[in-house]
């Protein structure tokens, strides 16, 4: 299986070791990852904002770059969902690209989702101490439906702990240009969240998606918490190597 790597604009600009950790996990597991230059944005932040036409520019040329392999894996349900779900709504009024488009969200997987639902695989033999929280991010939860995955690859890592976080079916305040719209909700939103992962006495904060994780993580650095943000990604690759 030839897998196209989508790394997402925040992996790629400001957390490339997240999409580094996932080439590498799935390198380990044999697999062929690629990277294609010629991605680009998945369009998600015009087309949240009722910028569909600028959203779709942005969709072909993802589509085209991303349409080759056999598979495509991303580091984030929120930009997968966005595929998956949303690009064939763009593409409504236009047959070829609809068609394509539905072609492209039938085989794009975030990772944890690609490993455990789709290939079956969720224990890595990974090993890495300590105490961890799972933040399940909004768009992953309600838009992809996976909450599982990430969990079973996690309760295999030999010496972590889960805790279960509190309220974790409740927004970070992320929620993308939301953050910059609303950024007293917002902040207000992510404390709340802080709270809840300090209470399980976590020495990671895990997810799936680098937008809450920047997010949650900005703040437990402004209140001067020494949680660790992790990837799930991250955590595999420091637990394998």
Known sequence: MRLGIFATCLVDVFFPDVGKSMVRVLRRLGFDADFPEGQTCCGQPAFNTGYWKEARRAAK????????YDAVVAPSG????MVRRMYPRLMEEEPEWLERAQGLAAKCFEFSE??????????????????????????????????????????HVRGLTLKELPRGEDCCGFGGTFAVKMGGISTAMADEKVDHILSTGADFLVGSDMGCLMHLGGRLSRRGK??????????LDRGLS
């Open 61 to 68: 040329g993802l589509i085209r770059a991303l349409e080759p």
């Open 78 to 81: 929120s930009c997968a969902a």
């Open 114 to 155: 690609f490993l455990v639902h789709r290939q079956g695989l969720a224990d890595l033999g990974a090993r890495l101490e300590g105490v961890a929280t799972y933040h399940h991010s909004c768009h992953m939860r309600r838009e992809l439906g996976v909450t599982e995955a990430p969990l079973k690859l996690l309760a």
């Open 226 to 235: 020494p949680v660790r943000v992790l990837h799930v990604a991250q955590v």
